[in-house]
């Protein structure tokens, strides 16, 4: 098995016993506990598991930055459903924002067919996925890489982002609360408030297992969007504050 797949049913373990040793993650996995440690460690220091005597534990309710690999496969059913809503924002002929998410990127297979479309993008995997694959005019942020992520991020590309106007961005976050979309790091807070402020439309694209869990900082207020698109209906205190600053929420479930 090579070591994501096996990092990947690590993670899926974890999350469904809660915590788990290393003889028997070895066991279950068929690998040597030497391996499993190793596994466990770099898991630890990416943040998404905690390390406890003998194994480890998985972490509840907060918001973890995955790196993008594990994101990609992470709730994908859920992601390339909420991009197929998002699909319907599309016209020939769009000046486009489109961060770095994985959610975001899920959108990328249905820019096929469309002209004359230009994309502003912080990730860099978007920005080669769109440039290989559809006829859009792509440009990249200019800044700094964010580490395991494939995104430009902080100060610098916020700036840049200030020089480019857009008819629509498309956005996600790393939780959505009552206030508004939250971030982990200011340096992506700071990128997505750019967007935000030189939009004319701004979507949100984010899954339910984003809703309500802690983050540090505010990236988008919830009287900044105009649609919040999701997989299921909103948590009561957030669809009641979505409707009280006019969000329209459009959900597949």
Do not use: W
């Not at 080669?128 to 006829?135: D, F, G, P």
């Amino acid at each position: 098995m090579i070591a994501f797949d096996r990092k990947q049913q690590i993670l899926e373990l974890l999350q469904k016993k809660k915590t788990l040793k290393v003889d028997v993650l070895a066991r279950l996995l068929h690998s040597s506990p030497a391996t499993i440690r190793r596994d466990l460690q770099q898991l630890s220091e990416e943040g998404l598991i905690r390390r406890v005597r003998g194994g480890a534990s998985y972490k509840e309710d907060r918001a973890t930055d995955f790196p993008l690999d594990f994101r990609k496969v992470h709730e994908g059913e859920k992601k390339r459903k909420i991009a197929e809503l998002a699909a319907d924002f599309l016209q020939n002929d769009q000046l486009l924002f489109m961060d770095s998410s994985t959610t975001v990127m899920a959108m990328i297979p249905y820019f096929k067919g469309y002209r004359g479309i230009h994309v502003l993008t912080n990730g860099l995997l978007a920005a080669h996925l769109l440039s290989q694959n559809t006829n859009v005019h792509v440009t990249i942020v200019g800044g700094h890489v964010h580490d395991k992520s494939s995104s430009v991020n902080g100060y610098t590309a916020a700036a840049f982002i200030s020089n480019y106007r857009a008819d629509v961005a498309f956005l996600s976050g790393k939780s959505l609360n009552s206030d508004g979309a939250m971030e982990i790091t200011e340096e992506e807070a700071a990128v997505r408030r750019s967007f935000i402020k030189q939009a004319k439309e701004k979507v949100l694209l984010i899954d339910s297992t984003k809703f309500d869990i802690s983050c540090f900082f505010q990236s988008i207020k919830m009287n900044e969007l105009d649609y919040i698109l999701t997989d299921k209906q909103l948590p009561e205190s957030i669809g009641n504050s979505a409707e009280i600053h006019g969000v329209e929420s459009i959900s597949f479930e």
